[in-house]
Each structure stands twice: as structure tokens, then as C-alpha cells.
């Protein structure tokens, strides 16, 4: 057995080995952590997709790795050595195998991520994409919130409780939620890192974006397009409650903001800046 032979199946085995008890750590331990979680269906999907190409990906880590350290072993110099080592000629057969098993792995994952992309999400963003028939099936029971993005802050209106207008963002669990996103002023971009919700505040421009929260808890909302002087202070934390609490919250909203509801405008998908059409 030649020593190029023995070398290769050194590392073969480590990287075999490595392999097989990294995968299940990654999979079962690293997997529930990683971003953005699964405090809705949309932010689970996207934790599936980050599971799987960290998955892809650690074998592919630990090859390297393992191929790096033991160079780093078997060709250092030692003591006494005044030469330089016999030259590295190319080794044919790996270099076939190292295209081949890397391009199935490239192809494998497009293949993947068109499917996901067109099949299951119907394109980019919160789930209806660029086809307008393409709404979850619950959508006709879903509560529209419309989120409006202002220099700099976020503010939000309900079209069924009389289009009041809130500071912050409750959401109920167990119900689809119609998110309209706009803007008062300029391009501004609505953020629910936790929920997986990402869409653009344009002005005079509805972006609707579904969402179905599942569990309970608190979720960043930031501004995720630069906006001027104070963009990094376009910065909440929304909360995803029980449907009794979001039904006594909306209701102590519309308590509180009951004398101001007279001097709101009337609800719109969409408004241009003041002057009209300022922004453009």
C-alpha cells in the first residue's frame, strides 16, 4: 500500500467519524437554536432551511479541517531538515471526486431551494409572493394590521376596530395575520426578526405579508432599510399573546385612544407624504 493510499484513507476516517458525530449534534442540539426561531410557521420553515444547509455544510467544514490539521502534521519541518520537501503533483482521481461530490452538493441545494421557493412559499416574501392568487388558505379569517413606517418609528392600525391606531404590536396566537405594510414618508423596511416577516414600507405602495404566530412570546421589529439621521432608532419589541389577551389589549387600546380616533384619517392602504406626492 502506498503511502498517498494510506494517507487518504487516514483521513477518510477521521472525517468519516467526525463526520457522524458532529451531524446528530448539529441536527439535534445546534438545530432548535439557530435563527429565527419557530415563534411563527413562516420563522419555522426558515429555521428548517438553516438547519439543513448547516448540515450540508459540516461535513463539508470538517473535510477541511481534517485535511488542514494533518498537513499540518505530517509535511511540518523538523529539526535538521535544510531542504525543501519533494514537490506536490496533482493527484487526478481526487480532483474528480472533489468536483463531482461538490457540484451534486451545489445542484442538490438549487434544486432544493427553487422547489421551496416556488412550490411551497410561491416566490419571496411573507409567503403570498409575486402571484396575487397565491394567499394561504385562511387568509379570509385573518386579522389585517396595517404597519406604517415613519421617520422613525413604527406605528399600527386595525381596519376592524375602527381603524384604531397603536403604538406597539400585540399579536394573537392561532390566527393568520395580514400585515399591510406601508409607509408615511420614506422607504422604510418592517423587520419581525422573530416571526420571520420581512417587507418593504413604501409610500403610497400596500406590501401585504401573511404570518401565523404559534407561541408565545417577544419579537425585535427593526427598521431594515437606512432612513435617515435616527434609522437605528426605529427599534420595538412586538408581543405574541393569547387571543383573551390580545382581545383585552385591543380593547384597552381602543379605550385609550378613543378621543384621538376622531383626528385620524380615514384608513387607507396606502398614504403619500404631506405634501401629496412629496416623496415623489
Not at 494517507?7 to 437554536?33: D, K, N, T
Not at 463539508?60 to 511540518?76: E, M, P, T, W
Not at 395575520?177 to 414600507?201: C, I, N
Not at 380593547?251 to 378613543?258: L, N, W
Amino acid at each position: 500500500m502506498s503511502r498517498l493510499t494510506r494517507e487518504a484513507r487516514l483521513i477518510f476516517g477521521l472525517w468519516l467519524v467526525l463526520s457522524a458525530i458532529a451531524l446528530p449534534l448539529v441536527v439535534l442540539v445546534l438545530g432548535p437554536h439557530l435563527p429565527p426561531g419557530r415563534m411563527s410557521s413562516e420563522a419555522g420553515a426558515q429555521t428548517d432551511a438553516n438547519v439543513v444547509l448547516t448540515a450540508v455544510c459540516t461535513p463539508i467544514v470538517i473535510l477541511l479541517a481534517v485535511q488542514f490539521g494533518y498537513s499540518l502534521v505530517a509535511f511540518r519541518a523538523r529539526p535538521g531538515d535544510l531542504e525543501d520537501g519533494p514537490p506536490i503533483q496533482g493527484h487526478g482521481p481526487t480532483q474528480v471526486v472533489w468536483l463531482v461530490v461538490t457540484s451534486a452538493v451545489v445542484v442538490a441545494l438549487a434544486v432544493w431551494g427553487s422547489y421551496t421557493l416556488i412550490v411551497s412559499s410561491h416566490g419571496a416574501g411573507g409567503g403570498q409572493g409575486p402571484n396575487p392568487d397565491a394567499i394561504p388558505k385562511d387568509a379570509a379569517q385573518a386579522l389585517q394590521v396595517q404597519v406604517i413606517g415613519q421617520q422613525w418609528n413604527w406605528t399600527y392600525r386595525f381596519p376592524a376596530y375602527r381603524g384604531v391606531e397603536t403604538k406597539d404590536l400585540e399579536l394573537p396566537t392561532g390566527r393568520a395575520v395580514e400585515l399591510h405594510v406601508t409607509s408615511l414618508d420614506v422607504a422604510h423596511s418592517f423587520w419581525a426578526y422573530q416571526l420571520g416577516v420581512k417587507a418593504d414600507a413604501i409610500p403610497g405602495v400596500d406590501n401585504i405579508a401573511y404570518v401565523h404566530p404559534r407561541k408565545r412570546g417577544s419579537f425585535m421589529i427593526r427598521c431594515a432599510e437606512l432612513c435617515g439621521l435616527w434609522h437605528g432608532h426605529m427599534y420595538q419589541t412586538g408581543h405574541v399573546v393569547t387571543p383573551a389577551q390580545f382581545a383585552s389589549w385591543i380593547r384597552g387600546e381602543m379605550k385609550q385612544e378613543a378621543l384621538n380616533l376622531r383626528y385620524l384619517p380615514a384608513y387607507s392602504r396606502d398614504y403619500f407624504p404631506e405634501p401629496l406626492r412629496r416623496a415623489g
